[in-house]
């Protein structure tokens, strides 16, 4: 995957911070729900949610964050997404031992950012961009600016693509590869 061997660089904490910026090239990060005195990297990326969904690992408890946006410059909107994964093949025993550690997890990445939404699962299905903006447009609500409109027409997947673009548009050379315009690949239903 792209920009993958960046990630034994940088530690865990600072992807974090990046994930937690407007424009950071990190837009979602997955953190082993492990005992450890720091933060324990599963995976990150910068390509969203549909990366993501292909980092979710069957065997692994994760706690994440995601930042996505909706429409692009003056108009561009971030939200937030607490995740939190639970493979299928997680023993029952191993769940609730990890069930302590996502919380104290969630805490932390919960910290100086507001959270719009929070996902807790073990199918992939709800990972998929048609279903995360679905649970987003439940629960977001709009700014005295957008009084005139609805909420799927600010949350919808054009805006969330126009917002991906510029993204991948302004980390390009973080990442050292050429920008791709985001296409309907990401729309996974």
Not at 100 to 126: C, M, P, Q, Y
Not at 155 to 169: G, M
């Amino acid at each position: 995957r792209k920009g993958k061997e960046r990630l034994k660089d940088i530690p865990a904490e600072q992807i974090v911070a990046m994930v937690k910026q407007n424009m950071g090239p990190f837009n979602w990060v997955l953190l082993e729900c492990v005992e450890s005195p720091s933060l324990t990297l599963h995976d990150a990326g910068g390509n969203s949610i549909t990366e993501l969904a292909t980092s979710l690992d069957q065997d692994k408890v994760l706690v994440g964050l995601a930042r996505i946006g909706f429409g692009a410059a003056k108009f561009r909107r971030t939200k937030y997404v607490m995740l939190h994964w639970i493979g299928t093949q997680v023993p029952v025993v191993k769940r609730g031992k990890s069930s302590a550690i996502a919380s104290k997890l969630k805490k932390d990445l919960n910290a100086h950012i507001a959270v719009t939404a929070s996902l807790e699962s073990g199918d992939t299905e709800d990972f998929q961009v048609t279903s995360v903006l679905q649970r987003m447009q439940k629960v977001a609500t709009l700014d005295g600016n957008d009084a005139h409109l609805s909420v799927e027409q600010v949350f919808s997947v054009d805006a969330y693509l126009e917002s991906l673009k510029e993204e991948q548009e302004q980390n390009a050379e973080f990442f050292q590869e050429a920008t791709q315009a985001p296409s309907d690949t990401y729309v996974n239903e």
